[in-house]
T-cell receptor, first 115, second 110 residues
Framework: GDSVTQTEGPVTLSEGTSLTVNCSYE??????LFWYVQYPGEGPQLLFK?????EKGSNRGFEATYNKEATSFHLQKASVQESDSAVYYC??????????????FGKGTKFSLIP | EAAVTQSPRSKVAVTGGKVTLSCHQT?????MYWYRQDTGHGLRLIHY???????EKGDIPDGYKASRPSQENFSLILELASLSQTAVYFC?????????FGPGTRLTVL
């Protein structure tokens, strides 16, 4: 079946430094790839998605490129701030209409600033 | 903006008791999902539904039942709650490839 592996957290950084959360996936489908973010006390919310290989998604200063050859979808941000403290989930889904009904999530990576 | 609500937001239950978690969506989405969240496991799919009066098993359905009486409502039922079911539970609805999550229910089984 499908699987997603991401950086094991927690990750702590100083404000203004760069963040990378690695994500690798395995699937026999042609997936859409997602990054979800979960703030304390809330449900996960979509950060962005990328349906096509070799394309980049971005939102709120975060970005990730769908690398089909490397089966990777690493999340990056150049300069982190307090408001970025959250849990980040990488996920994949088959294309709508292909019979895929679900998202497969990684285990999540918790990020926080060094106090 | 998608709207998914859950009730209760927090619950303490006794071992062996029955627990019902409720989810309501106002977006007219066909698909709805129940996940549990545990440290070290992320989000795991329990049950899902694509139409009223029908449910499907997810990856970890044992010990859980689901009910979809209408398009808007989707319940998760623990007939005999156990300590291992202590977790945070999230409901979600889906349109296209995107899922919209509720705020979660923190369940503690004592």
């Amino acid at each position: 079946g499908d699987s997603v592996t991401q950086t094991e957290g927690p990750v702590t950084l100083s404000e203004g430094t760069s963040l990378t959360v690695n994500c690798s996936y395995e699937t026999k489908q042609y997936p859409t790839l997602f990054w979800y973010v979960q703030y304390p006390g809330e449900g996960p919310q979509l950060l962005f998605k990328v349906p096509k290989a070799n394309e980049k998604g971005s939102n709120r200063g975060f970005e990730a490129t769908y690398n089909k050859e490397a089966t990777s979808f690493h999340l990056q941000k150049a300069s982190v701030q307090e408001s970025d403290s959250a849990v980040y989930y990488c996920a994949l889904s088959g294309l709508p209409g292909t019979g895929s009904n679900r998202l497969t999530f990684g285990k999540g990576t918790k990020f926080s600033l060094i106090p | 903006e998608a709207a998914v609500t859950q009730s209760p937001r927090s619950k303490v239950a006794v071992t062996g008791g029955k627990v019902t978690l409720s989810c309501h969506q106002t977006n007219n989405h066909d698909y709805m999902y129940w996940y549990r969240q545990d440290t070290g496991h992320g989000l795991r799919l329990i049950h899902y539904s694509y139409v009223a009066d029908s449910t499907e098993k997810g990856d970890i359905p044992d010990g859980y039942k689901a009910s979809r009486p209408s398009q808007e409502n989707f319940s998760l039922i623990l007939e005999l709650a156990s300590l291992s079911q202590t977790a945070v539970y999230f409901c979600a609805s889906r349109t296209g490839s995107e899922q919209y999550f509720g705020p979660g229910t923190r369940l503690t089984v004592l």
